[in-house]
Protein backbone atom coordinates (compact mmCIF):
# COMPACT_ATOMS: atom_id res chain seq x y z
CA UNK A 1 0.00 0.00 0.00
CA UNK A 2 1.72 3.25 -1.48
CA UNK A 3 0.54 6.41 1.12
CA UNK A 4 2.84 8.61 -0.18
CA UNK A 5 0.05 11.05 -1.69
CA UNK A 6 -2.92 10.58 1.41
CA UNK A 7 -2.94 13.63 2.77
CA UNK A 8 -5.28 14.87 5.94
CA UNK A 9 -4.97 18.04 8.65
CA UNK A 10 -2.91 20.75 8.12
CA UNK A 11 -1.25 18.95 5.04
CA UNK A 12 -4.48 18.85 3.26
CA UNK A 13 -5.53 22.48 4.28
CA UNK A 14 -2.64 23.88 3.21
CA UNK A 15 -3.01 22.47 -0.37
CA UNK A 16 -4.24 24.76 -2.83
CA UNK A 17 -7.22 22.62 -4.63
CA UNK A 18 -10.02 23.84 -7.64
CA UNK A 19 -10.85 20.73 -9.07
CA UNK A 20 -11.98 17.13 -7.00
CA UNK A 21 -13.05 13.93 -8.10
CA UNK A 22 -14.97 11.56 -6.72
CA UNK A 23 -14.19 7.83 -6.25
CA UNK A 24 -17.38 6.22 -5.86
CA UNK A 25 -19.29 9.17 -5.95
CA UNK A 26 -23.02 7.44 -5.85
CA UNK A 27 -22.63 6.63 -2.03
CA UNK A 28 -25.03 8.32 0.07
CA UNK A 29 -22.28 10.12 1.66
CA UNK A 30 -19.98 10.62 -1.12
CA UNK A 31 -22.25 12.08 -3.09
CA UNK A 32 -23.41 14.54 -0.43
CA UNK A 33 -19.89 15.41 -0.12
CA UNK A 34 -19.57 15.79 -3.81
CA UNK A 35 -22.70 18.24 -4.03
CA UNK A 36 -21.45 20.19 -0.76
CA UNK A 37 -18.15 20.41 -2.81
CA UNK A 38 -20.12 21.84 -5.57
CA UNK A 39 -21.60 24.49 -3.98
CA UNK A 40 -18.71 25.76 -2.20
CA UNK A 41 -17.44 26.64 -5.78
CA UNK A 42 -15.03 23.27 -6.51
CA UNK A 43 -15.13 21.98 -9.73
CA UNK A 44 -16.19 18.61 -9.22
CA UNK A 45 -16.42 15.62 -11.06
CA UNK A 46 -17.10 11.08 -9.68
CA UNK A 47 -16.98 8.45 -11.10
CA UNK A 48 -18.98 4.74 -9.64
CA UNK A 49 -19.90 1.38 -11.03
CA UNK A 50 -23.42 2.27 -10.82
CA UNK A 51 -25.56 4.95 -10.67
CA UNK A 52 -29.55 5.25 -9.25
CA UNK A 53 -31.68 7.67 -8.68
CA UNK A 54 -32.10 9.56 -6.18
CA UNK A 55 -28.55 10.40 -5.80
CA UNK A 56 -27.78 10.21 -9.37
CA UNK A 57 -30.60 12.72 -9.61
CA UNK A 58 -29.29 14.90 -7.33
CA UNK A 59 -25.55 14.98 -8.78
CA UNK A 60 -27.10 15.97 -12.45
CA UNK A 61 -29.25 18.65 -11.02
CA UNK A 62 -25.90 19.91 -8.97
CA UNK A 63 -23.90 20.17 -12.58
CA UNK A 64 -21.37 17.54 -11.34
CA UNK A 65 -20.02 15.63 -13.79
CA UNK A 66 -20.01 11.62 -13.75
CA UNK A 67 -18.49 8.55 -15.52
CA UNK A 68 -18.99 5.12 -15.59
CA UNK A 69 -15.81 3.62 -12.76
CA UNK A 70 -13.84 1.42 -15.32
CA UNK A 71 -13.91 4.26 -17.95
CA UNK A 72 -11.82 6.51 -15.49
CA UNK A 73 -7.73 5.90 -16.40
CA UNK A 74 -4.61 7.43 -14.73
CA UNK A 75 -4.52 9.92 -16.74
CA UNK A 76 -7.84 11.08 -16.22
CA UNK A 77 -6.98 11.45 -12.60
CA UNK A 78 -4.32 13.20 -12.99
CA UNK A 79 -6.32 16.21 -14.77
CA UNK A 80 -7.76 16.79 -10.91
CA UNK A 81 -5.90 18.33 -7.82
CA UNK A 82 -7.27 15.81 -5.36
CA UNK A 83 -9.35 12.38 -5.24
CA UNK A 84 -11.78 12.11 -2.77
CA UNK A 85 -12.05 8.26 -2.13
CA UNK A 86 -15.43 6.37 -0.83
CA UNK A 87 -14.96 3.90 1.85
CA UNK A 88 -16.79 0.84 -0.40
CA UNK A 89 -12.93 1.10 -2.28
CA UNK A 90 -11.27 -1.85 -0.61
CA UNK A 91 -8.02 -1.74 0.09
CA UNK A 92 -6.66 -4.67 -1.84
CA UNK A 93 -8.12 -4.01 -5.25
CA UNK A 94 -7.64 -2.76 -8.71
CA UNK A 95 -9.00 0.69 -7.44
CA UNK A 96 -7.19 1.12 -4.70
CA UNK A 97 -3.73 0.47 -6.70
CA UNK A 98 -5.15 3.33 -9.45
CA UNK A 99 -5.54 5.68 -7.34
CA UNK A 100 -2.43 5.17 -5.62
CA UNK A 101 -0.24 4.87 -8.67
CA UNK A 102 -1.40 8.37 -9.78
CA UNK A 103 -0.03 10.61 -8.43
CA UNK A 104 -2.42 12.71 -7.14
CA UNK A 105 -3.48 14.04 -3.63
CA UNK A 106 -5.99 11.66 -1.87
CA UNK A 107 -8.15 11.76 0.87
CA UNK A 108 -11.50 10.74 2.39
CA UNK A 109 -15.07 12.61 2.49
CA UNK A 110 -15.06 13.40 6.37
CA UNK A 111 -11.43 14.97 6.20
CA UNK A 112 -11.94 16.97 3.51
CA UNK A 113 -15.51 17.86 5.04
CA UNK A 114 -13.87 18.45 8.29
CA UNK A 115 -11.21 20.73 6.67
CA UNK A 116 -12.91 22.55 3.65
CA UNK A 117 -16.60 23.03 4.94
CA UNK A 118 -16.76 22.70 8.24
CA UNK A 119 -14.50 24.62 10.42
CA UNK A 120 -16.47 28.19 9.32
CA UNK A 121 -19.52 26.41 10.86
CA UNK A 122 -21.44 25.83 14.05
CA UNK A 123 -21.10 22.15 14.05
CA UNK A 124 -23.88 19.98 15.64
CA UNK A 125 -23.14 16.10 15.15
CA UNK A 126 -25.43 13.97 15.65
CA UNK A 127 -23.73 10.44 17.20
CA UNK A 128 -24.91 7.23 18.27
CA UNK A 129 -25.82 3.48 17.12
CA UNK A 130 -29.56 4.17 16.22
CA UNK A 131 -31.55 7.68 14.83
CA UNK A 132 -28.89 9.38 13.53
CA UNK A 133 -30.63 10.19 10.18
CA UNK A 134 -33.83 10.53 11.64
CA UNK A 135 -32.53 12.96 14.19
CA UNK A 136 -29.96 15.36 11.85
CA UNK A 137 -33.38 15.81 9.93
CA UNK A 138 -35.10 16.53 12.76
CA UNK A 139 -32.64 19.92 13.52
CA UNK A 140 -32.35 20.47 10.49
CA UNK A 141 -35.69 21.30 9.74
CA UNK A 142 -36.07 22.74 13.52
CA UNK A 143 -33.44 25.31 12.22
CA UNK A 144 -34.80 26.07 9.31
CA UNK A 145 -38.74 27.17 10.82
CA UNK A 146 -37.01 28.57 13.32
CA UNK A 147 -35.26 30.99 10.31
CA UNK A 148 -31.57 30.34 11.37
CA UNK A 149 -30.82 29.13 7.66
CA UNK A 150 -28.91 25.82 8.72
CA UNK A 151 -26.24 23.92 6.62
CA UNK A 152 -26.92 20.18 7.16
CA UNK A 153 -25.55 16.67 5.61
CA UNK A 154 -27.56 13.61 5.93
CA UNK A 155 -26.96 10.36 5.42
CA UNK A 156 -30.37 9.56 3.60
CA UNK A 157 -32.87 10.07 0.94
CA UNK A 158 -34.95 13.02 1.82
CA UNK A 159 -37.84 13.66 -0.95
CA UNK A 160 -37.77 17.26 -2.61
CA UNK A 161 -34.69 18.73 -1.46
CA UNK A 162 -30.77 17.44 -1.71
CA UNK A 163 -28.72 15.67 0.78
CA UNK A 164 -26.71 18.51 2.00
CA UNK A 165 -26.48 22.27 1.90
CA UNK A 166 -23.88 24.80 2.81
CA UNK A 167 -26.02 27.25 5.05
CA UNK A 168 -24.43 30.43 6.97
CA UNK A 169 -24.02 29.12 10.36
CA UNK A 170 -25.29 26.01 12.41
CA UNK A 171 -24.67 23.16 10.45
CA UNK A 172 -26.23 19.55 11.65
CA UNK A 173 -24.04 16.46 10.38
CA UNK A 174 -24.87 12.98 10.55
CA UNK A 175 -21.28 11.71 12.64
CA UNK A 176 -21.49 8.24 11.54
CA UNK A 177 -19.35 5.80 14.10
CA UNK A 178 -17.88 3.76 10.98
CA UNK A 179 -14.55 4.08 9.11
CA UNK A 180 -13.53 6.87 7.10
CA UNK A 181 -11.72 5.18 3.93
CA UNK A 182 -9.63 1.82 3.48
CA UNK A 183 -6.68 4.37 4.57
CA UNK A 184 -8.50 5.99 7.26
CA UNK A 185 -9.99 3.36 10.41
CA UNK A 186 -11.37 5.83 12.08
CA UNK A 187 -14.97 7.26 12.72
CA UNK A 188 -15.74 9.23 10.72
CA UNK A 189 -17.32 12.11 13.60
CA UNK A 190 -13.30 12.82 14.26
CA UNK A 191 -12.75 13.99 11.60
CA UNK A 192 -16.22 16.54 11.26
CA UNK A 193 -14.46 19.45 13.57
CA UNK A 194 -17.49 19.02 16.22
CA UNK A 195 -18.93 22.03 18.51
CA UNK A 196 -22.00 20.38 19.73
CA UNK A 197 -22.56 16.61 20.16
CA UNK A 198 -26.23 14.64 20.33
CA UNK A 199 -25.66 11.22 21.40
CA UNK A 200 -28.67 9.18 20.57
CA UNK A 201 -27.79 5.74 21.92
CA UNK A 202 -24.40 3.63 22.16
CA UNK A 203 -24.45 -0.09 21.73
CA UNK A 204 -22.09 -2.71 20.03
CA UNK A 205 -22.55 -2.38 16.58
CA UNK A 206 -20.47 -2.96 13.13
CA UNK A 207 -18.46 -6.15 13.91
CA UNK A 208 -16.95 -5.98 11.06
CA UNK A 209 -14.90 -3.27 11.84
CA UNK A 210 -15.45 -3.21 15.86
CA UNK A 211 -14.46 -6.01 18.12
CA UNK A 212 -16.02 -4.67 21.43
CA UNK A 213 -18.21 -1.89 22.65
CA UNK A 214 -14.97 -0.51 24.13
CA UNK A 215 -13.50 -0.16 20.71
CA UNK A 216 -16.58 1.77 19.50
CA UNK A 217 -16.00 3.92 22.58
CA UNK A 218 -12.47 4.41 21.91
CA UNK A 219 -13.70 6.22 19.01
CA UNK A 220 -15.10 8.99 21.32
CA UNK A 221 -12.67 8.76 23.69
CA UNK A 222 -10.49 10.57 21.10
CA UNK A 223 -12.36 13.62 20.67
CA UNK A 224 -14.08 13.81 24.14
CA UNK A 225 -10.81 15.47 25.66
CA UNK A 226 -10.64 18.84 23.86
CA UNK A 227 -14.54 19.04 23.28
CA UNK A 228 -15.60 22.30 22.99
CA UNK A 229 -19.17 22.56 23.41
CA UNK A 230 -22.55 20.80 24.98
CA UNK A 231 -23.16 16.87 24.81
CA UNK A 232 -26.83 15.95 25.17
CA UNK A 233 -26.65 12.23 25.56
CA UNK A 234 -29.57 9.39 26.11
CA UNK A 235 -29.69 8.34 29.23
CA UNK A 236 -30.77 4.57 28.98
CA UNK A 237 -27.20 3.34 27.98
CA UNK A 238 -24.98 2.20 30.30
CA UNK A 239 -21.95 3.36 27.94
CA UNK A 240 -23.13 6.65 27.60
CA UNK A 241 -22.76 7.10 31.22
CA UNK A 242 -19.58 5.38 31.57
CA UNK A 243 -18.38 8.22 29.19
CA UNK A 244 -19.77 11.04 31.33
CA UNK A 245 -18.03 9.66 34.21
CA UNK A 246 -14.27 9.42 32.35
CA UNK A 247 -15.00 12.93 30.89
CA UNK A 248 -17.20 14.47 33.60
CA UNK A 249 -15.64 17.76 33.13
CA UNK A 250 -17.74 18.14 29.67
CA UNK A 251 -21.33 19.98 29.30
CA UNK A 252 -23.54 16.75 29.55
CA UNK A 253 -27.84 17.49 29.17
CA UNK A 254 -28.56 14.17 29.62
CA UNK A 255 -32.27 13.15 28.13
CA UNK A 256 -34.77 9.71 28.13
CA UNK A 257 -37.59 8.73 30.41
CA UNK A 258 -36.35 8.23 33.16
CA UNK A 259 -34.11 11.35 33.45
CA UNK A 260 -35.07 14.60 35.30
CA UNK A 261 -35.65 16.74 32.36
CA UNK A 262 -37.94 13.84 29.99
CA UNK A 263 -39.97 13.20 27.70
CA UNK A 264 -42.38 12.51 29.88
CA UNK A 265 -45.97 11.97 29.53
CA UNK A 266 -45.62 10.62 26.14
CA UNK A 267 -49.17 10.46 24.61
CA UNK A 268 -50.66 9.65 21.14
CA UNK A 269 -54.04 10.67 20.14
CA UNK A 270 -55.22 10.92 16.20
CA UNK A 271 -51.70 10.68 15.10
CA UNK A 272 -50.35 13.03 17.25
CA UNK A 273 -48.13 13.15 19.76
CA UNK A 274 -48.06 15.38 23.08
CA UNK A 275 -44.81 14.93 25.71
CA UNK A 276 -43.37 17.41 28.32
CA UNK A 277 -39.78 18.22 28.49
CA UNK A 278 -38.22 20.26 31.54
CA UNK A 279 -36.87 23.36 30.05
CA UNK A 280 -35.06 25.76 32.62
CA UNK A 281 -36.70 24.27 35.78
CA UNK A 282 -40.36 24.36 33.95
CA UNK A 283 -42.41 21.90 32.57
CA UNK A 284 -42.93 22.61 28.81
CA UNK A 285 -45.96 20.75 26.82
CA UNK A 286 -45.22 20.17 23.09
CA UNK A 287 -47.09 18.83 20.32
CA UNK A 288 -46.03 17.14 17.36
CA UNK A 289 -47.26 15.16 13.86
CA UNK A 290 -44.18 12.34 14.52
CA UNK A 291 -45.31 8.88 16.44
CA UNK A 292 -43.09 6.87 18.35
CA UNK A 293 -41.45 7.15 21.34
CA UNK A 294 -37.89 6.82 19.80
CA UNK A 295 -38.68 9.54 17.38
CA UNK A 296 -39.81 11.82 20.35
CA UNK A 297 -36.52 10.92 22.15
CA UNK A 298 -34.57 12.14 19.33
CA UNK A 299 -37.12 14.94 18.98
CA UNK A 300 -36.52 16.12 22.88
CA UNK A 301 -32.65 15.92 22.25
CA UNK A 302 -32.73 18.44 19.42
CA UNK A 303 -34.64 20.73 21.24
CA UNK A 304 -32.90 20.50 24.80
CA UNK A 305 -29.85 21.22 22.66
CA UNK A 306 -31.31 24.22 20.93
CA UNK A 307 -32.90 25.40 24.21
CA UNK A 308 -29.33 25.48 25.68
CA UNK A 309 -28.30 27.50 22.64
CA UNK A 310 -30.43 30.40 24.12
CA UNK A 311 -33.64 29.39 22.02
CA UNK A 312 -36.84 30.18 23.73
CA UNK A 313 -39.60 27.64 24.42
CA UNK A 314 -41.98 29.13 21.89
CA UNK A 315 -39.75 29.12 18.82
CA UNK A 316 -39.22 25.08 19.72
CA UNK A 317 -42.73 24.29 20.68
CA UNK A 318 -43.63 25.83 17.12
CA UNK A 319 -40.27 24.03 15.24
CA UNK A 320 -41.82 20.81 15.97
CA UNK A 321 -45.25 20.55 15.42
CA UNK A 322 -44.73 19.34 11.79
CA UNK A 323 -41.82 17.52 10.61
CA UNK A 324 -40.95 15.09 7.78
CA UNK A 325 -39.42 11.99 7.93
CA UNK A 326 -36.52 10.26 5.37
CA UNK A 327 -36.98 8.13 3.78
CA UNK A 328 -37.26 4.38 4.52
CA UNK A 329 -37.59 5.37 7.83
CA UNK A 330 -41.29 4.34 8.62
CA UNK A 331 -42.24 5.38 4.63
CA UNK A 332 -45.24 4.77 3.60
CA UNK A 333 -44.78 3.18 0.09
CA UNK A 334 -48.58 2.49 -0.94
CA UNK A 335 -51.29 -0.48 -0.77
CA UNK A 336 -50.65 -3.92 -1.70
CA UNK A 337 -53.82 -6.01 -1.80
CA UNK A 338 -55.61 -3.27 0.40
CA UNK A 339 -52.42 -4.19 3.04
CA UNK A 340 -50.91 -0.80 3.66
CA UNK A 341 -46.79 -1.09 3.09
CA UNK A 342 -44.12 -0.03 5.08
CA UNK A 343 -40.70 0.69 4.13
CA UNK A 344 -37.86 0.93 7.33
CA UNK A 345 -34.39 1.25 7.04
CA UNK A 346 -34.04 -1.11 10.30
CA UNK A 347 -31.38 -3.73 10.88
CA UNK A 348 -30.29 -3.64 14.53
CA UNK A 349 -32.11 -5.19 17.23
CA UNK A 350 -33.25 -2.19 18.67
CA UNK A 351 -33.85 0.01 16.13
CA UNK A 352 -36.22 -2.82 15.03
CA UNK A 353 -38.01 -3.66 18.24
CA UNK A 354 -38.74 0.55 18.45
CA UNK A 355 -39.74 0.55 14.68
CA UNK A 356 -42.05 -1.87 15.15
CA UNK A 357 -43.58 -0.51 18.53
CA UNK A 358 -43.95 3.13 16.83
CA UNK A 359 -45.83 1.24 14.16
CA UNK A 360 -48.22 -0.14 16.31
CA UNK A 361 -48.72 3.12 18.10
CA UNK A 362 -49.23 5.05 15.00
CA UNK A 363 -51.79 1.88 13.17
CA UNK A 364 -53.29 0.39 16.24
CA UNK A 365 -55.99 -1.08 14.30
CA UNK A 366 -53.68 -3.02 11.47
CA UNK A 367 -51.98 -6.86 12.12
CA UNK A 368 -48.71 -6.61 11.93
CA UNK A 369 -46.90 -8.73 9.28
CA UNK A 370 -42.86 -7.99 9.20
CA UNK A 371 -40.72 -9.20 6.99
CA UNK A 372 -36.90 -8.98 8.12
CA UNK A 373 -33.99 -9.67 5.56
CA UNK A 374 -30.69 -9.52 7.87
CA UNK A 375 -28.50 -8.30 5.12
CA UNK A 376 -25.12 -6.26 6.72
CA UNK A 377 -22.52 -8.43 7.79
CA UNK A 378 -23.37 -8.23 11.61
CA UNK A 379 -27.02 -8.69 11.34
CA UNK A 380 -25.84 -12.09 9.35
CA UNK A 381 -23.48 -12.89 11.91
CA UNK A 382 -24.63 -14.61 14.97
CA UNK A 383 -24.05 -11.99 17.53
CA UNK A 384 -27.61 -11.06 17.82
CA UNK A 385 -29.38 -14.25 17.27
CA UNK A 386 -31.13 -14.39 20.20
CA UNK A 387 -31.64 -10.39 20.28
CA UNK A 388 -33.20 -10.38 16.70
CA UNK A 389 -35.99 -13.07 18.02
CA UNK A 390 -36.53 -11.11 20.93
CA UNK A 391 -36.79 -7.54 18.52
CA UNK A 392 -39.67 -9.69 16.17
CA UNK A 393 -42.10 -10.56 18.69
CA UNK A 394 -43.47 -6.78 18.79
CA UNK A 395 -45.39 -8.33 15.37
CA UNK A 396 -47.98 -10.52 14.96
CA UNK A 397 -46.23 -12.28 12.06
CA UNK A 398 -42.85 -12.56 10.46
CA UNK A 399 -40.82 -13.35 6.97
CA UNK A 400 -37.49 -14.26 7.90
CA UNK A 401 -35.95 -12.82 4.02
CA UNK A 402 -32.63 -14.83 4.47
CA UNK A 403 -30.38 -13.85 1.91
CA UNK A 404 -27.55 -16.40 1.42
CA UNK A 405 -24.39 -14.25 1.26
CA UNK A 406 -22.51 -15.61 4.53
CA UNK A 407 -21.09 -13.43 7.24
CA UNK A 408 -17.75 -11.65 7.15
CA UNK A 409 -17.66 -10.76 10.61
CA UNK A 410 -14.56 -13.43 11.58
CA UNK A 411 -15.10 -15.92 14.72
CA UNK A 412 -18.96 -16.10 14.22
CA UNK A 413 -21.42 -18.25 12.91
CA UNK A 414 -24.26 -17.47 9.94
CA UNK A 415 -27.59 -16.11 11.64
CA UNK A 416 -29.95 -19.00 11.87
CA UNK A 417 -33.17 -17.85 10.17
CA UNK A 418 -34.70 -21.14 11.31
CA UNK A 419 -33.52 -20.76 14.89
CA UNK A 420 -35.94 -17.33 14.64
CA UNK A 421 -38.63 -18.74 13.34
CA UNK A 422 -38.60 -21.81 16.26
CA UNK A 423 -38.54 -18.84 18.77
CA UNK A 424 -41.61 -16.80 17.47
CA UNK A 425 -43.55 -20.02 16.44
CA UNK A 426 -43.08 -20.93 20.46
CA UNK A 427 -44.36 -17.48 21.03
CA UNK A 428 -47.58 -18.10 19.12
CA UNK A 429 -46.25 -15.82 16.45
CA UNK A 430 -46.85 -17.50 12.70
CA UNK A 431 -43.50 -17.27 11.12
CA UNK A 432 -41.48 -18.44 8.20
CA UNK A 433 -38.25 -18.78 6.57
CA UNK A 434 -37.47 -18.00 2.92
CA UNK A 435 -34.52 -17.87 0.56
CA UNK A 436 -35.73 -16.49 -2.35
CA UNK A 437 -38.07 -13.47 -4.05
CA UNK A 438 -40.41 -15.93 -5.66
CA UNK A 439 -40.87 -17.47 -2.15
CA UNK A 440 -41.38 -14.20 -0.49
CA UNK A 441 -43.66 -13.15 -2.88
CA UNK A 442 -45.94 -16.51 -2.16
CA UNK A 443 -45.60 -15.73 1.50
CA UNK A 444 -46.67 -12.16 1.42
CA UNK A 445 -50.01 -12.88 -1.10
CA UNK A 446 -50.75 -15.56 1.31
CA UNK A 447 -50.65 -13.32 4.52
CA UNK A 448 -51.93 -10.02 3.78
CA UNK A 449 -55.73 -8.68 3.91
CA UNK A 450 -56.65 -5.46 4.18
CA UNK A 451 -56.54 -4.87 7.88
CA UNK A 452 -52.42 -5.73 7.51
CA UNK A 453 -49.48 -3.68 7.98
CA UNK A 454 -47.46 -5.19 6.09
CA UNK A 455 -43.77 -3.68 7.42
CA UNK A 456 -40.48 -4.73 5.15
CA UNK A 457 -36.69 -4.08 6.89
CA UNK A 458 -34.32 -4.02 5.29
CA UNK A 459 -31.31 -1.61 4.31
CA UNK A 460 -30.74 -3.06 0.77
CA UNK A 461 -33.71 -4.45 -1.37
CA UNK A 462 -35.13 -7.27 0.34
CA UNK A 463 -34.11 -10.64 -1.78
CA UNK A 464 -34.89 -7.90 -4.87
CA UNK A 465 -38.39 -6.77 -3.55
CA UNK A 466 -38.22 -3.55 -3.99
CA UNK A 467 -36.06 -4.05 -7.65
CA UNK A 468 -39.39 -6.25 -8.60
CA UNK A 469 -42.81 -5.42 -9.92
CA UNK A 470 -44.26 -5.54 -6.68
CA UNK A 471 -43.69 -1.90 -7.11
CA UNK A 472 -45.54 -1.20 -9.99
CA UNK A 473 -48.26 -3.45 -7.75
CA UNK A 474 -48.49 -0.76 -5.10
CA UNK A 475 -51.78 1.72 -5.39
Known sequence: MDLTHFLEGEALRSK???KIFFYRICG??????????????????????????????????????????????TEKLQEYDLIIVGNSVPRVSKYAEQIESAGVSFTSF??????????????????????????????TQMLEVMGLDPGY?????????????????????????????????????RLYELNHMILTSLEFDHADIFGSIEDIKNEFRAILPNFPGKIIANDAYPAIHELKEEFSDKEWILYGEQSDVGPKNINVSNKISTFEIELGGE??????????????????????LM???GQTKESLQAAVKSLGLVKRRQEERGHYRGSLVIDDFAHHPKAIKLTLEALKQKYPERSVLTVFEPISATARSSIFQKEFAESL??????????????TTVKGTENL???????????????????????????????????????????????LGLWESDFVQALS
Open 16 to 18: HIE
Open 28 to 73: TGMGACACLAKEAGYKVAGADLSFSPPMSTYLEESGVETYPLDDIT
Open 110 to 139: PAFLGEFILKSKEVIGVAGTHGKTTTTFFL
Open 153 to 189: FIGGIIEGRPPSKLGTNYFPIESDEYDSAYFQKISKF
Open 283 to 304: KVLFESNVIGTHNILNLSACVL
Open 307 to 309: HSL
Open 393 to 406: EVSDQVIMAMNPLP
Open 416 to 462: SGDQIVSHLSSKNIQAVKVNELAQLRAEIDARVKEDTLLVILSNRTC
